[in-house]
């Protein structure tokens, strides 16, 4: 994330937890199973953002550990925390490259919307030696390259381009979605049994203001990012969807995609 600088995600933390998707619960279940979590050992959930997800394996981990780039992002995922009052999770400002060789092993290293932004064929010979010798990854994500556009995503995406230009922001430098899949690079890595699975895709409704939320939380469409423009580009926003959908409720169906890759 070098390529990036240190404000990649400035200022979109507050929003990053309101407003993100969160979860299904189908995912929890399904990585329970999978990996065999029964309360024992270490997780890491590297990119962690604000934590929602690695909060949701208190149970079921003796400790857990979020590793971030973002400051802004582990005081919003110390904050949760203590709201939910778990108290064996610990959050690490830093690399992965920097941080995992003095810690001990983990049982489980998830990737949640994160791996897209790293080094990954360094980063998985990185995690491949801090696991447990039965440990594993699983690599998180909702986005489908092949997935059609609903029209109400595609005039957001026409009013973000209008006031943003057509290149997509990533903060000092732009972005674009590696080529290679994640689950080609991690079968050319040193885990075994890579899989790739598909859980089943769920509804989830939108308002104009959570739209707003949602782009305010990427680090492409960021608030600080409209400077003085913002409250002109809010507008032009909430009219066009309105022209749209007029009761305001916009609805697409997510599916969550999960690699999973063990050590042994």
Not at 91 to 112: H, N, V, Y
Not at 153 to 171: H, P, T
Not at 192 to 220: A, C, F, H, Q
Not at 227 to 255: A, N, Q, V, W, Y
Request: negative net charge; proline residues 2%.
């Amino acid at each position: 994330m070098d390529e990036y600088g240190p404000d990649l995600f400035k200022g979109t933390a507050v929003y990053y937890s309101e407003y993100r998707p969160k979860y299904p619960s189908s995912l929890i279940r399904f990585l329970i199973q999978k990996f065999s979590l029964n309360g024992e050992g270490r997780l890491l959930d590297l990119g962690c953002g604000t934590g929602q997800l690695a909060l949701r394996f208190s149970d079921w981990f003796e400790e857990m550990i979020g590793v971030d780039t973002e400051c802004e992002m582990l005081v919003e995922a110390n904050r949760l925390s203590k709201i939910h009052r778990i108290d064996n999770v610990s959050w690490m400002l830093g690399r992965a490259e920097e941080l995992l060789s003095d810690c001990a092993s983990f049982r489980l290293t998830i990737l949640a919307k994160a791996f897209h932004w790293m080094d990954r064929k360094t980063i998985l010979e990185i995690l491949y030696h801090s696991l447990d010798e039965n440990g594993g990854i699983a690599i998180i994500d909702t986005f489908n390259v092949e997935q059609e556009l609903l029209s109400w995503q595609l005039k957001v995406n026409e009013v973000v381009k209008r006031w943003l230009g057509n290149e997509r922001i990533a903060g000092d430098s732009t972005y674009t979605h590696p080529k290679e899949k994640h689950e080609d690079i991690v079968a050319r890595s040193s885990f075994k049994d890579v899989e790739r699975l598909v859980l089943p895709s769920y509804s989830m409704t939108w308002t104009v203001d959570s739209i707003l939320g949602n782009l305010y939380s990427t680090s492409y469409a960021s608030k600080r990012l409209f400077g003085d423009h913002l409250e002109r580009f809010e507008e032009d926003m909430k009219s066009s969807l309105l022209e749209i959908e007029p009761t305001g409720k916009f609805t697409e169906e997510l599916s969550v995609s999960v690699i999973t890759a063990f050590k042994k």
